[in-house]
């Protein structure tokens, strides 16, 4: 599969025709979000995702897969950028930030990427990735994390924030049977799936029937390297629809 991921980079490269492409020149723009040489490394085999390959995740998960769905439903889940987690988690403030974010108030449920960055001067000092998922529904916020409770402290404190800029307090659950990274490096992409799959099981329900939505991860396995693949294959797919339509 490492030799698939390495195929996928290369083609990459030789579709835009350029191996000698900076990291920081501008593969692709996808609708909100520019993909830069340096976004596409990182989806490598063993390499760290930045805010911005989150981003590109997130982008995708909400133009192909929430925008598919009624503005009943997709109104109601929030794909919280790392950006905006970033600055509601720093903000001194929280209800300053009515108009910045979007209106959390209305929606049922939102998900936040977790960095564990805790220097505002560098956007690239963090080192894990987890994730807080909000349900508004009945005001908890769930806490999945790849490796065991290495970003608890820092998803309490953005529960924390938000909480103030709500205006009421959560009930934290830990969900103890997240899948669990193999290495230093996955937490971004597992971030990535995991919102993926519980994204997918929000879409699926039947909200005039369904009465309990399960957001466990009881006995879900999760391949880190086939998530990069996806996501690798997905840029060439675009960069190629891009190329076919100039």
Known sequence: KVKILNSLHKQILHSISDYKIKDDEKILQFFDISIYKEDLDNLKDDEW?????ISFIYEYLER??????????????????????YLLANHPSPKELKGVLPSLETSKFIFLP???NDDVEDACAGSHWSLVVISLLDKTALIYD?????NESEAKHVISQLAKYLGFNFQ?????KTPQQINGSDCGIMVGQITGFL????LNLKYL??????????????SAIDGR???????????KHKQAQE
Do not use: C, W
């Not at 934290?172 to 103890?176: A, D, F, Q, T």
């Not at 029937?209 to 009881?218: G, P, R, S």
């Not at 996806?230 to 797919?237: E, R, V």
């Open 172 to 176: 934290i659950r830990i969900i103890e």
């Open 209 to 222: 029937e369904d009465h309990f939505i399960d957001m466990d991860l009881n006995n879900v396995e999760i």
């Open 64 to 85: 192909y897969q929430l925008n598919n769905f009624d503005k009943l439903i997709s109104n109601s889940i929030i794909l919280l950028r790392p950006s905006m987690v």
């Open 146 to 150: 790849t490796l065991e409770r290495a």
């Open 229 to 239: 693949i996806f996501i690798m294959g997905t840029l060439l797919n675009l960069i």
């Open 114 to 116: 977790v960095n564990d």
């Open 49 to 53: 995702l930045n805010d911005n390959n």
């Open 199 to 202: 994204l997918s099981r929000l």
